[in-house]
DNA sequence: TTGAAAGCGTTACCAC
DNA sequence: GTGGTAACGCTTTCAA
């Protein structure tokens, strides 16, 4: 591996010259500089990472953190994140923590206080006291992308009002008996899945429909929704006439449910969703969008402002889910 | 932050002491290690990730590169990887690079030289010449989860071998009509798609059944092979009794899409995918099940043997699917 | 078993 | 505008 020092030597120019040349900090003249840049290529220079981290004092990486990477949610704003971090020349380093898990542990105790990266993204983390603690410990800018609520700075969603309005809309329509499906279906019932259950309930008390509030609990896969949905719309008497879903692959669930048990959607029953899925599209899914790769993009906009002025205080960034009408919604029946 | 001079000045050794107290690394009495150990923690010592790769030439982390990290099969894989290097200690550095795009060619041009890795996983990247060459440039051990064929470590799943399975399984149950659904539905065919797509036309024509061959088009996608499958099952006489799709995914837009043009599954038409997906279940699909998750966490395993052994010759270690029985198939019908 | 000192490959300060 | 040289924070050889 040809060094800085080899570069140096075939441009017949000093270490300090050449790192000048190419890095583009200090000043080099320019017939210098054509020299370097010719030898540094002939000779096929690519400067150590690490030295450069040692010498510097940044990693020119940027760490992302987040509980899944195989969910919708989850890996498009990584998706996202990924894209812009590549058009900085940054890189990204991953780190997978599941809740509940030693792993998850470690990447706190341990991984993270590595800090192989000059700022972090946490993507829909969740931390406990403690971990958020550990967090804000490493010293070095955060970015969250939804999850963690103040005191750092946040891309956030507005979670309450995109379920509010999407009851809005179904209330719009003339529905009184409008379900919430999915949420609290496991163990762990994520602080996003509870706002947008609080966003439905408060629609519902507003418009005087207390009475008709009901929850469907269910995990947030399409198979877990599908299967409650089954038990819930068995009924023909209990059934609602529209279901506010905590998102759009479970709303999917519900309407496949319905379709098995010879409910017609949208004639028997309205469902809106939340996120316009890949699979929205295809169900004539009403639904709140939001697109978390942009989020992703704009975390990592604000993560570098950050790293450019330290001094800059937290911000949060919202971003507001934007209703899309499609067949899944109409007027309730009769 | 407390560097190993302040360990060592605090335990009252010098500083080669207390780095091989901590690394383990030679010899050091065990009072003096204790010493060294308290004064560590005391301090909060953390080594600095980029000195010690400085000086001992390896980075302590796994570069992953990977043409998606939103779809299913990889966003599986890539959790398998990173739980296993998470065991290990083991950073990762992803690299996304879709088929295609200018952000591809940095990763291979750029990227990729900076070497930031001991070891390179890639995840079913298919490269080409250009970028295989880049890759086998970088002079690092490398493994490969399917997507690259020969003079590499690879973990394979033998994608013939699972189609021509599927293929035999509706043979034996009577099936003659047999179609192909997905592959061949974007600009970019995926070599995995055109293996698969070899295994079902293998397995038709040893059968005798090389007139009924039919590959209906998809991108793999359930919405794209939903639309394919409505348009290709609209009308009956030229329908076939079976389907052997490319993927889970695609067998359920297949399966939705019979369904909506009132077509039993099994008893008009038997439908078999590939992946044992997460929503195959709910389908009660027939599907030949591969573990994605498994398949990463045996690359990192093979990688961690070439960087213990770089004398160690390239390694193709397969892994194959194996027919799980559900529902969606049967005798065909009459 | 321990310590001193020489790297590892850059950058950056300070003279020239 | 350019070159020498001291960091950066650790590991590792070599002597003691």
Redesign the pocket.
């Given at each position: 591996?040809?060094?800085?020092?080899d570069v140096?030597a075939l441009a017949?120019?000093?270490?300090?010259?050449?790192?000048?040349?190419?890095?583009g900090?200090?000043?080099?003249?320019a017939?210098?500089?054509a020299k370097v840049v010719v030898a540094a290529e002939t000779l096929g220079?690519?400067?150590?990472t690490?030295?450069?981290s040692?010498?510097?004092?940044h990693t020119n990486s940027i760490g992302v953190i987040m509980p899944y990477v195989t969910r919708w949610f989850f890996a498009e704003v990584l998706e996202g994140v990924q894209q812009r971090l590549l058009e900085e020349g940054l890189d990204l380093t991953l780190y997978d923590a599941k809740p509940g898990t030693a792993a998850r542990a470690r990447v706190f105790d341990d991984f993270l206080a590595r800090k192989r990266f000059d700022g972090l993204i946490a993507i829909g983390l969740e931390p406990e006291d403690r971990e958020l603690e550990r967090l804000l410990a490493i010293g070095c800018p955060l970015v969250s992308v939804v999850g963690i609520a103040g005191s750092v700075s946040v891309i956030a969603v507005d979670d309450d009002y995109a379920t509010r309005r999407a009851t809005e809309h179904l209330i719009g329509l003339g529905h009184e008996s409008i379900a919430f499906l999915g949420g609290g279906g496991g163990e762990h019932w994520p602080q996003v899945e509870r706002r947008r259950l609080e966003g439905y309930t408060a629609a519902m008390e507003d418009a005087g429909l207390a009475a008709h509030i009901s929850h469907i609990r269910a995990a947030a896969s399409l198979p877990a929704s599908y299967n409650a949905a089954v038990d819930a719309l068995g009924d023909v008497r209990s059934r609602p006439t529209g279901i506010v879903a905590v998102s759009d692959e479970v709303a999917v669930g519900g309407i496949i449910a319905a379709r098995r048990l010879g409910i017609r959607v949208p004639g028997d029953l309205s469902v809106v969703g939340i996120d316009d899925h890949e699979y929205a599209e295809m169900f004539s899914l009403t639904t709140l969008r939001q697109v978390p790769r942009e989020q992703g993009a704009a975390a990592v906009d604000l993560l570098l402002a950050h790293l450019a002025d330290p001094e800059k205080p937290p911000q949060t960034i919202h971003m507001k889910a934007r209703l899309i009408v499609r067949s899944s919604t109409a007027a309730p029946p009769e």
């Open positions: 591996m040809a060094g800085i020092a140096a017949g120019v000093s270490k300090s010259t050449a790192s000048r040349a190419l890095s900090r200090g000043h080099v003249s017939t210098t500089r220079y690519v400067p150590s690490t030295a450069v040692l010498a510097t004092g």
